[in-house]
């Protein structure tokens, strides 16, 4: 079984930056984790931010290509996502998620992930 912690989010004026982290505990399994986030404000769908697939790829939503950066330590099993030019919109809660041995990263918002954090609330006021 597969814990998730996610921490860092705040509260941030347009523009800020912020450093949202997931650290993965409890797997013993032999193959790689694959890594998301994903967001959801009130209202609306889900949304993929950003992974890094098992082989250490990485992809991005389009909202936020060219903003934000995701990064992956693997001998820490934490995920990274570095959050810049923070904008209203981006505003939500925050999930990881994780999967066992899923590739091609471009492909991570169709995983079927079976791990879960609780999520971390970002706020952005304009």
């Known amino acids: 079984q597969v814990q998730l912690v996610e921490s860092g989010g705040g509260s941030v004026q347009a523009g800020g930056s912020l450093r949202l982290s997931c650290v993965a505990s409890?797997?013993?399994?032999?193959?790689?984790?694959?890594m998301a986030w994903f967001r959801q404000a009130p209202g609306n769908e889900r949304e993929g931010v950003a992974a890094?697939?098992?082989?250490?790829?990485?992809s991005y939503g389009d909202s936020v290509k060219g903003r934000f950066s995701v990064s992956k330590d693997d001998a820490q099993n934490t995920l990274h996502l570095q959050m810049n030019s923070l904008q209203p919109e981006d505003a939500a809660m925050y999930y990881c998620?994780?999967?066992?041995?899923?590739?091609?990263?471009?492909?991570?918002?169709?995983?079927?992930?079976?791990?879960w954090g609780q999520g971390t609330q970002v706020t952005v006021s304009s």
């Open positions: 998620a994780a999967e066992v041995e899923c590739w091609p990263a471009d492909d991570f918002v169709t995983y079927n992930y079976n791990y």
């Open positions: 409890g797997y013993t399994g032999g193959g790689e984790l694959c």
């Open positions: 890094v697939d098992s082989v250490g790829r990485t």
